[in-house]
């Protein structure tokens, strides 16, 4: 199995803040990566498919980079609806697995 | 409107069986796949199991293998989990999503998810 690895898994940032979170695949997964975003008591929802593609929707301020094993999902300016925890998932091969999550909270 | 509706999510008793399903509508069921991911009380998301648009390829973690079967229907474009032998640690809220082959299998919409709780 392909294990994911996100770090950090808790980021304390401010309206405004540039922020980055990495994600680690224990294998090469080319471009089969996902980033997901899950607010306190909602379903996840997609942000970023294909390591650096933006989901319709989604604001600019998102980017995803990154292919093989290591990804990168920016939020360029911090907004107050931007606090949440933020999943990598990798779809190269079954079983699909996730990284562990990043929660991203108000400073 | 896309929109998945899971439900079927109650309190059940270890070593017993339920079965969750997975309304759908506002997109073509029969020709997507689709998924189920599950995330137990305050901890990350767990992918389940995946079946193709006929149902005729499925793929499942080695964690419900032998106890949950997914299936569909695409007649009343519905998605099933049927769950049997459960465990205290399937204890979770199960959410379906659509896998989009076209977005390099990512899962691009989600229902709100449905609690299953396993406890005496």
């Known amino acids: 199995d392909i294990q994911m690895t996100q770090s950090p898994s808790f980021v304390s940032a401010s309206v405004g803040d540039r922020v980055t979170i990495t994600c680690r695949a224990s294998?090469?997964?080319?471009?089969?990566l996902a980033w997901y975003q899950q607010k306190p008591g909602k379903a996840p929802s997609l942000l970023i498919y294909?390591?650096?593609s933006l989901q319709s929707g989604v604001p600019s301020r998102f980017s995803g980079s990154g292919s093989g094993t290591d990804f990168t999902l920016t939020i360029s300016s911090l907004q107050p609806e931007d606090f949440a925890t933020y999943y990598c998932?990798?779809?190269?091969?079954?079983?699909?697995?996730f990284g562990p999550g990043t929660k991203v909270d108000i400073k | 409107e896309v929109q998945l509706v899971e439900s079927g999510g109650v309190l059940v008793q270890p070593g017993g069986s339920l079965r969750l399903s997975c309304e759908t509508s506002?997109?073509?069921?029969?020709?997507?796949?689709m998924t189920w991911v599950r995330q137990a009380p305050g901890k990350g998301l767990q992918w389940v199991s995946y079946?193709?648009?006929?149902?005729?390829?499925?793929y499942q973690a080695d964690s419900v293998k032998g106890r949950f079967t997914i299936s569909r229907d695409n007649n009343r474009n519905s998605l099933f989990l049927q769950m049997s032998s459960l465990r205290v640690e399937d204890t979770a809220i199960y959410y379906c999503?659509?896998?989009?082959?076209?977005?390099?299998?990512?899962?691009?919409?989600w229902g709100n998810g449905t609690t299953v709780t396993v406890s005496s």
């Open positions: 999503a659509r896998v989009n082959r076209g977005q390099h299998l990512s899962m691009d919409v």
């Open positions: 998932q990798q779809a190269k091969s079954f079983p699909f697995t």
């Open positions: 294998q090469g997964i080319d471009r089969f």
């Open positions: 079946i193709i648009g006929s149902g005729t390829v499925i």
């Open positions: 506002g997109f073509a069921f029969s020709t997507s796949e």
């Open positions: 294909a390591a650096s």
